[in-house]
């Protein structure tokens, strides 16, 4: 498919409809267990999630407060009533006929939530940009800055997730799954604010660690319990009204694919308007092997849902007292570490971004510093900014990455931030070498154990003693005199050449600096 600037005669309006699965014990109307990690089909049910006649529904409390603390960290306005209603959807998923939800008394309506963009300021006139998206003039001069852009959020209300159908390959037949069926189900609705498939990765990533910080889900779209389907349609820049259609897509599991699935539709659309055709207004799938959205159905109009108050419930009532005890209790949110950290650590600004994306590993950060902070409060002289970027260092690489390999969180490792902090001064002090930390910490990880111990028990201290170091110099000065020889008519090589032959004679336990330093000496 041909891809157009659609930034010059098309604009994209995009909206989404995103479902959260809360982290309650239970599910959201029966005392069935919600565990979205549960392998074996139909074991997670009850009578109520199967729908037997005589079952009655009862709301899950913590289901309730969770869609309540979501709803005031993203500036929603939370009325003092609230209620459920049958939603009338026959699947075979759906037991009952019918799915509990909310339609014209939500939880959480009238908020919204602050996405920050990169933009590119160009410091010459725009110049013409190939059908590749490659700017002609690689002189053109840019700075990057940041655009706040105000995502709206139209509504966030509580439901009961449906099950799932199973179609084996090559049978007749299908299967369903009841597990999911009954999980509480936050459905977050947004504005159609966003106008591009990078700003929906990015309004999408903020959204789950909102609702990651707040311990309300762990928004895993591979597992499902993060699920968004973008709303997606384009329009002539100038125009007020939105367009008469919209193409939403489902089956989408990670943020790479929204973005690429939202970028395929407006090419897609752009490419019907630009021929005089209209998208018809129906609900694709992202297929990931083609890259390419496939339709599905038609899509359902809200009155086709035959909407009345649920009978079995009671009206849900949220005191101002109640309200304030959730503010009270509301965790720092990641924009407010964001710029906590910025300001606090020193770092740059990526550094920050990779560390709030994974609360834990944040969380582990501070404790790391923190134990840094004491240690500096007895050594002085040390420079405080560089010991907190190699913390962030190696939480963000050797440590991410182990843990990740094992699909682990930080505090589920052996490595204490104590004996973390252990490491970083270790290396700080030149008391080991780069490469015996990581031997060091690779211990660590699989067996545990303080830092210092580990380097005495394989003999990794590094060797800082200038006689000693002068005299492994003189012997590797002594054996290549044509890489010195090489040196000394500019070939700057040869001086790494050396440098690795004295820490080959010091069997890599030598301080880098001195050798580098003395080498220098011996040379000049």
Same mark, same amino acid.
């Given at each position: ?5 659609? @930034? ?26 919600? =565990? ?10 009850? +009578? ?70 990169? /933009? ?13 998206? +490659? ?24 439901? +009961?997730?449906?099950?799932? =159908? ?50 309300? @889900? ?22 007020? %009204? ?63 849902? !035959? ?58 950060? +501070? ?16 420079? !405080? ?67 210092? %111990? ?29 890489? /010195? ?40």
């Amino acid at each position: 498919m041909k891809i157009f600037d659609s @930034s010059k005669e098309y604009q994209p309006v995009i909206g989404f409809e995103i479902h959260v699965q809360l982290a309650t014990k239970s599910k959201m109307f029966s005392p069935a267990p919600n =565990n979205p990690d549960e392998v074996r089909p139909n074991t997670n049910i009850d +009578e109520i999630v199967t729908g037997q006649p005589g079952t009655l529904p009862v709301a899950n409390r913590e289901a309730i407060r969770l869609a309540a603390m979501v709803g005031l960290a993203l500036n929603c306005q939370i009325d003092e009533w609230s209620k459920f209603d049958r939603k009338h959807y026959f699947y075979p998923d759906l037991p009952k006929g019918y799915q509990i939800s909310q339609y014209d008394q939500p939880i959480s309506k009238n908020g919204h939530l602050d996405i920050a963009l990169s /933009v590119i300021a160009r410091s010459a006139s725009d110049e013409a940009i190939s059908s590749k998206g +490659e700017i002609a003039s690689a002189a053109l001069a840019m700075t990057s800055k940041t655009k706040i852009k105000r995502i709206g959020i139209t509504r966030a209300h509580l439901e +009961e997730d449906a099950g799932k =159908n199973i179609h084996p390959e090559g049978l007749s037949y299908s299967l369903v799954d009841y597990n999911r069926a009954g999980c509480p189900l936050l459905e977050i609705v947004t504005e159609p604010d966003l106008e591009s498939g990078e700003e929906c990765r990015v309004f999408l990533q903020e959204l789950r660690n909102i609702i990651r910080y707040l311990g309300a @889900s762990d928004c895993d779209m591979e597992k499902g319990t993060m699920r968004c389907e973008p709303n997606i349609s384009v329009r002539k820049p100038g125009e007020t %009204s939105l367009p008469k259609y919209k193409v939403e897509v489902k089956n989408i599991n990670s943020f790479k694919f929204a973005e690429a699935a939202i970028n395929y539709e407006i090419a897609r659309q752009t490419e019907m308007l630009k021929e005089g055709k209209t998208p018809k207004q129906v609900t694709m799938g992202w297929d990931e092997k083609s890259s390419q959205t496939v339709e599905q159905r038609s899509k359902e109009e809200a009155n086709d849902y !035959r909407y009345f108050p649920e009978p079995d419930l009671p009206v849900l009532q949220f005191t101002k007292e109640y309200l304030d005890k959730l503010r009270a209790e509301m965790p720092e949110l990641p924009a407010q570490k964001r710029a906590r950290f910025l300001e606090e650590f020193n770092l740059p600004a990526a550094d920050v971004e990779n560390l709030i994306n994974w609360k834990e590993l944040a969380n582990y950060f +501070e404790q790391v510093v923190s134990e840094i902070d004491e240690w500096l409060e007895q050594e002085k002289g040390l420079d !405080r900014n560089q010991l907190i970027k190699l913390v962030a260092n190696w939480c963000l690489q050797d440590f991410s990455a182990a843990l990740n390999k094992e699909f682990k969180n930080p505090l589920d490792s052996q490595v204490t931030a104590e004996n973390f902090a252990e490491l970083i001064k270790l290396i700080a002090q030149a008391k080991i070498s780069g490469s015996a930390a990581k031997t060091v910490f690779k211990v660590m990880y699989e067996k545990g154990g303080e830092p210092l %111990s580990i380097v005495d028990d394989l003999g990794l201290h590094q060797v800082s003693d200038e006689l000693a170091i002068e005299e492994a110099i003189d012997k590797v000065i002594d054996q290549n005199q044509k890489a /010195v020889t090489d040196f000394k008519a500019g070939e700057q090589k040869s001086f790494g050449f050396l440098v690795g032959q004295t820490m080959k004679e010091l069997k890599g336990k030598g301080n880098p600096q001195i050798i580098n330093e003395i080498l220098k000496r011996k040379l000049s």
